[in-house]
């Protein structure tokens, strides 16, 4: 019997707990049991009479828990917790409560078992120490180059995998945001964590990388970065014989199907594609829509566009901040230039803002040639090109047609053609009606050119641990 708990933070719509009951309900007799969790948002515990009158009458278990803090991670990480062993079902959006939502989650579960299907608990165990006679694991010390658009949250996986697998570690941390790296490396200081552990360094960085990854010391090389600087580092390591983990660049494809709700997928792919100004990479970057709703789809976009505030991050109200310098600045220049040239029409955005800072518009084009550059190559910017389809295997490879494979997201109501997505699309990290990219309970990463090796999740601890399969023969 699968074993399936839905959990249902208060900050959504007050109709979706009644409406995960009923599609609980609708799923009675397919060899699984639900339970339903509300994690309580609310500092002072308010919804907690809602939920406990809803249990009395509830033909569905359903418990509460309360978790004061807000923000998303809070109630997931909360409900999570106390869902322990059981399948998950995190409700944050309209079609996550519906009962074909819950049906392609049985049918993943029943094809694919436990360990293959994402939402499954894995259970935690010492990272270091595994079955004594099987398979022991010993780590290596790390060599990281990082880069600049995520000052925090890159450095920080590489760091935290590496400290949990007992490795050692030198940042080479970016120029261009030095002061967070600092800052990181302070906190982990106050902490405990012994001198020599955690190692920070600046410079050029060519002549570090190529004193670090020369180094005996050095016996993994991770960077997260783009694909010719990648590469070359790739290289380096091979000539040492030294592995690597790479996430390194894409041109996430979107693809929103002839069945999906072209209001709902355009909100989202505008909030995830503005996200730190585009430079994200995984941010949805060619916006592929099937032409009964592209007229719709572009009609939403442009009004989400409309209300991004372009400012300073610290500002309140501010939605959308600045390029990390001047050459970002220029790439965009030219990417719109060039899609104009071939025939693009700018409905909005299109220059960088007459303000102080590196500020450009956030920019919809429609009308862009298959060949123009912005289709072509990573803009890593807030340049959102929208492109119709007729035909969904034309869309699939429009997707697949580049040497990238980090990111991809699709819309649709069908849970075939979600399958059909599934199995479809060249990239390593794959979302279905939503636009979340990369969390830390799971493994993500690229393929092709897009890099190889996992951040995240279990997996993201073995490039920091080598398998040493052990054979004793005891003696009579």
């Known amino acids: 019997m699968i074993e399936i708990t839905i959990i249902i933070p208060t900050y959504n719509r007050p109709d979706y707990l009644a409406r995960a ?35 009395q009458r509830s033909a569905v278990p359903v418990r509460y828990v309360h978790e004061p803090r807000a923000g998303i991670s809070h109630a997931r990480n909360t409900g999570v917790a106390a869902a322990a062993g059981r399948y998950i079902a995190f409700v944050d959006d309209d079609q996550e409560v519906d009962p074909g939502c819950l049906a392609a989650l049985l049918a993943a579960i029943r094809r694919f078992g436990a360990d293959a299907v994402f939402g499954a608990i894995y259970p935690m165990f010492p990272v270091a120490s595994v079955h004594p006679y099987a398979r022991e694991k010993f780590t290596r010390d790390v060599g990281r180059p990082t880069g600049t658009p995520i000052p925090a949250g890159s ?9 949990s697998a007992g490795c050692s570690i030198v940042i080479k941390a970016s120029e261009e945001t030095p002061g967070t790296a600092c800052e990181i490396v302070r906190c982990f200081d106050e902490a405990g964590v012994p001198a020599g552990v955690l190692n920070l360094v600046f410079g050029e960085p060519a002549e570090v990388s190529a004193h670090l990854i020369a180094s005996p010391a050095i016996r993994l090389v991770a960077f997260t970065g783009s694909i010719p600087v990648g590469k070359l580092l790739a290289a380096a390591a091979g000539s040492q014989m030294k592995p690597c983990l790479m996430e390194l660049g894409g041109h996430a494809p979107v693809i929103v199907c002839a069945d999906a709700d072209p209001v709902a997928a355009a909100r989202k792919t505008a909030f995830a594609k503005f996200i730190n100004a585009g430079q994200v990479c995984t941010s949805p970057s060619r916006l592929l829509v099937h032409e009964s709703l592209y007229d719709a789809f572009v009609a939403e976009f442009l009004r989400a566009v409309d209300a991004v505030v372009v400012g300073d991050g610290l500002d309140d109200g501010v939605t959308m901040g600045p390029m990390a310098n001047p050459r970002r600045v220029k790439a965009m220049e030219e990417l719109v230039t060039d899609a104009v040239s071939r025939g693009a029409k700018v409905l909005r955005g299109g220059e960088r803002l007459d303000r102080a800072g590196f500020f450009f518009a956030p920019t919809v084009l429609t009308g862009v040639a298959p060949d123009s550059r912005v289709m072509q190559e990573e803009p890593f910017g807030p340049l959102a090109p929208i492109v119709p389809f007729a035909d969904l295997d ?39 009606n939503h636009c979340g990219g990369s969390v830390h309970e799971a493994p993500s990463g690229g393929v092709k050119s897009s890099g190889y090796g996992r951040e995240g999740g279990p997996e993201g601890v073995d490039g920091y641990l080598v398998t040493k399969r052990v054979s004793h023969l005891l003696a009579d």
Not at 155 to 163: E, G, N, Q, V
Not at 400 to 406: F, R
């Open 21 to 55: 009951l009923a599609s609980c309900i609708a799923q009675e007799g397919v060899g699984a049991t639900f339970e339903i969790l509300v994690v309580d948002n609310n500092p002072d515990g308010s919804a907690k009479p809602q939920v406990e009158t809803m249990a």
């Open 394 to 432: 034309d869309a699939l490879r429009v997707a697949n047609s580049l040497p990238y494979g980090l990111a991809a997201y699709g819309f649709t109501r069908s849970s075939a053609t979600a399958e059909r997505l599934v199995r479809s699309f060249e990239a390593g990290i794959l979302s279905i």
């Open 155 to 163: 450095p920080m996986r590489k760091i935290t995998a590496a400290l």
